[in-house]
């Protein structure tokens, strides 16, 4: 059977998109990175190595996902391209772009900003090229990304995405600690859907390789404080470890808010559980370009069947035991 | 002239009233620090140099206010004494219990922990004592140092408390005190044992101005609560919001205001309030549902009359560009 995902020699595959992934070959490696910054260059030097005859592209946005890919990259000075598709209704930008332009001033990269501005009837072709409202899997971001990333590799075919979207939890059942997938069934299937359609043209950043997964166990392993969470997404210590600004939540296709800062869940940062803010894009479609109220939407949109709402996958790479449950009650 | 309602540094920043506004008489003062760790360093310094003659304890939670204290008398390393007034409630402790300890390891220092173990009639009479309406951690920790001071009379309490905003407005950004609904009663400024570290002197305000002026990040939000630098400046670890008498709840890792850094709001507390309210007087005091549901409800109009909206007072202000990244 064939891997999904694009990982370095199959140590992690997943060979059916509605399965659980696949440990082939995984074990925590004494001389591995102890620090985050560590990790993430090395993953960035691997990924370097075994793809340096192509164009490597590190698909930029203005999360922390994606954002600790291009630290790797840039930190390791590797000779990569940043690109940022910059994504506009009618001419009202995405508030990311922000975010963008300070990482790449901070970290002294180059960005290459390919902007589309769309109209409703682009939006309206694309969601129906895309079956996003039948197809249980398609998100907003998937039907315009792949299309985004298609066209930039028909004009440029040499090149190669890295992507980033960061699915692992550090979780607690009383005194056992383990770290793996523990995502909403949407994001799982994004992440998968992208690397099956293009599996030849992207890379995972955070799961290429085992090494960043390897310092996940590590630092859970050594700090008391990670091991008491229930729960806790790694991909948080970017604030602690490498002084990431802390952020609005940012969702694709921003346009639809006059205000960015508010209300609450986005300037919340919530390091147990990512709330995508994903499944409220269908909402918004059906009231912006179909011009149904929001009672008609909520109705069509509750006859959807969807992936998100209560399915979780989860999937754990490793396991230990901790004393930090004689702080519980 | 009357008394200064806070203690500050040569009155740089002044209450006249208990309910007054600050009005701030010196600002800035210092040159700037030009990071966190060096203006808390300063801070404690000034602090230190200023109280030298009195036992400075610094009350210690597991949160990333008084962490930031205890880090900067810690990297100064100064002789104060780290004190933690541990509540725990027939024996079950505090959740905040494990942030301290792994603090302590990590920046070396000793924390002598006071345990006052309530049992349900001792909780309940200190409860009937204090009249209690909201606010109990202020109660706990009036009792605790009060206590304290019995034994100690020459103690000087270092509180963390912080109150700072960033704000924008348009194209204007301020750095401006933020007098929450709470304050005048939560807060610790009318006990002159105890000074707020934050307010002191003004170092950490001005540091606060400098980084808020560099980085248009930090300007682009139109609120930021600056205390939050700490994850990412310090790299203090990120951890569930943390209330007092967290024994009462069985689960501490839910729901998600307890997973939640909401770096321009601080909610949470007002929604951990309700549920400790509840069991309390269903807990303790064996009120049936019926009646906790009422007794809240009384409460709630209570602190209408009692509490105003918040109120702002404006350290600094300076115009920004980030604003064309507005809608």
């Known amino acids: 059977m064939d891997n999904i995902w694009n990982t370095k020699n199959d140590w992690l595959a997943l060979y059916d ?27 960035a030097r691997i990924i370097y190595e075994d793809f340096k005859d192509r164009d490597i592209v590190i698909s930029m946005s203005g999360g922390i996902d994606s954002q600790q890919a291009a630290y790797g990259f840039a930190n390791a000075n590797l000779p990569v391209k940043y690109v940022y598709f910059k994504t506009s209704f009618n001419s009202r930008p995405e508030k990311e772009q922000f975010y963008v332009e300070e990482f790449a001033r901070k970290y002294n990269i180059p960005v290459n900003i390919i902007e589309r501005n769309y109209t409703s009837e682009d939006v309206k072709d694309l969601v129906k090229k895309g079956n996003y ?66 599996k030849l043209k992207i890379i995972p950043f955070n799961f290429y390789s085992s090494h960043l997964w390897e310092y996940y166990e590590y630092v859970h392993r050594q700090e008391l404080v990670l091991q008491f969470h229930k729960r806790f997404q790694a991909k948080n210590l970017a604030y602690t470890e490498l002084g990431f600004p802390l952020r609005e ?22 390091f147990a559980n ?19 109220s929001h009672t008609q939407a909520l109705k069509l949109y509750n006859t ?21 449950d004689k702080y519980d009650l | 002239m009357s008394d200064n309602f806070f203690i500050t540094k040569d009155d740089w920043l002044f209450l006249p009233s208990a309910n007054g506004t600050p009005v701030v008489n010196n600002y800035p003062v210092h040159g700037y620090s030009t990071s966190l760790s060096d203006a808390l360093i300063a801070q404690a310094k000034c602090i230190y140099n200023d109280f030298k003659d009195r036992r400075i304890v610094i009350s210690l939670s597991g949160g990333i ?6 880090y900067a ?43 006052y173990n309530f049992s349900k009639q001792s909780f309940k009479d200190f409860l009937v004592q204090i009249k209690y309406l909201s606010n109990i951690g202020y109660h706990l920790l009036k009792k605790s140092h009060s206590d304290y001071l019995k034994i100690y009379p020459d103690a000087m309490f270092v509180q963390g408390n912080q109150w700072f905003d960033f704000l924008r407005n348009g194209n204007v950004c301020y750095g401006s005190l933020n007098l929450d609904p ?50 990412t400046e310090l790299g203090f670890h990120l951890r569930e919001k943390l209330g007092n008498c967290d024994w009462q709840t069985d689960n501490f890792h839910t729901p998600h205001v307890r997973t939640s850094i909401d770096f321009a709001y601080e909610m949470s507390l007002r929604a951990l309030e309700k549920d400790r309210r509840y069991w309390f007087l269903t807990e303790i005091f064996n009120y049936s549902n019926e009646q906790t549901d009422y007794l809240i409800k009384k409460f709630r109009t209570k602190e209408k009359l009692t509490y105003g909206g918040i109120s702002y007072v404006n350290v600094y202000s300076f115009e920004t560009e980030v604003d064309r990244y507005d809608l």
């Open chain 1, 17 to 43: 998109i509605d399965d659980l992934p696949v440990v082939n070959n995984y074990s925590l490696n004494d001389d591995g990175s102890k620090s985050l910054s560590d990790a993430l260059t090395t993953q």
């Open chain 1, 133 to 198: 409202f039948k197809d249980k899997i398609a998100t907003a971001p998937l039907i315009l990304f792949n299309s985004l990333y298609q066209e930039y590799i028909s004009q440029n075919p040499n090149s190669i995405f890295v992507t980033s979207t960061m699915m692992f939890t550090f979780s607690r059942d009383k005194n056992l600690c383990s770290g793996g997938i523990l995502t909403d069934r949407g994001t799982f299937n994004e992440v998968s859907k992208r690397t099956s359609n293009l």
């Open chain 1, 249 to 270: 939540k940012l969702g694709a296709f921003d346009w639809f808010t006059d205000s960015f800062h508010e209300p609450e869940t986005k300037t919340r940062i919530d």
């Open chain 1, 274 to 292: 990512d709330r995508s803010m994903l499944s409220s894009n269908k909402m918004n479609f059906l009231m912006h370009f179909w011009g149904h």
């Open chain 1, 304 to 324: 959807m069947s969807s992936h998100y709402t209560n399915d979780f996958v989860r999937f754990n790479l490793y396991s230990f035991e901790t004393d930090v």
């Open chain 2, 65 to 70: 206010d008084s962490h930031q204290v205890a």
């Open chain 2, 73 to 115: 008398f810690a990297k100064a390393n100064l002789p104060v004494k780290y004190v933690h007034f541990s509540f725990t409630f027939e024996n079950r402790p505090e959740k905040e219990r494990i942030f301290i300890d792994e603090f302590a390891k990590k920046f070396n220092i000793d924390v002598d922990i006071i345990d």
């Open chain 2, 182 to 231: 709470y304050y005048p009663q939560s807060s610790h400024i009318f006990d002159p044992s105890s000074l707020t570290f934050q307010l002191y002197s003004t170092h950490l305000f001005e540091y606060f101005e400098y980084l808020h002026r560099k980085d248009k990040i930090l300007q682009f939000h139109e609120k930021f609560q600056p205390k939050n630098l700490a994850y």
